[in-house]
Structure formats: C-alpha cells, structure tokens
C-alpha cells in the first residue's frame, strides 16, 4: 500500500504541495483531470482549493475526491 497524504497545499496552478506519511514530499498536477467530468468545476481555482483531507484523502465540497495512491503514483518526488 502507498503512503497516505499528511498534508497538502493547493497552489495557484492547480498543483497541490504533498507531504505523504512516509515523510517523502512531492507535487501533484490536477491539470490532466480537469476535462473530466466533475473535475471540470475545479478550473475555477477558488473551486480547487475548496478541499479538506480527510484519513489521508483529498476531498472537495461537491463529494469529488482523488485516490491517495493516484496522488502519490503521479507526484514528482523532491530528491
């Protein structure tokens, strides 16, 4: 099982700064998503950076959530 996401920081270009609970530290990019069904209302980036994390998930405010391996499969690593 992947790590679970410990704390994220929505930015301004819809990527979000992730430390995971194995204390690495990445950046994932939302932006391959956003054509895509409910994931279309986060281009609004006051929409995007309506989430909370809830056991390690990133949710929004209209029920869209983003699986905590797809986030840490697809972050960049900081080496």
Do not use: C, Q
Request: net charge negative.
């Amino acid at each position: 099982m992947n790590p679970r996401i410990e704390k994220a920081v929505a930015n301004d270009d819809h990527t979000f700064s992730i430390v995971f609970t194995n204390k690495e530290i990445g950046l994932f990019d939302l932006k391959p998503f956003l054509d895509k069904g409910k994931f279309k209302e986060l281009i609004e980036i006051r929409n995007f950076k309506r989430f909370h994390l809830d056991d390690g998930v990133i949710n929004w405010y209209n029920d869209l959530d983003i699986s905590p391996d797809t986030v840490y499969l697809m972050s960049v690593k900081n080496k």
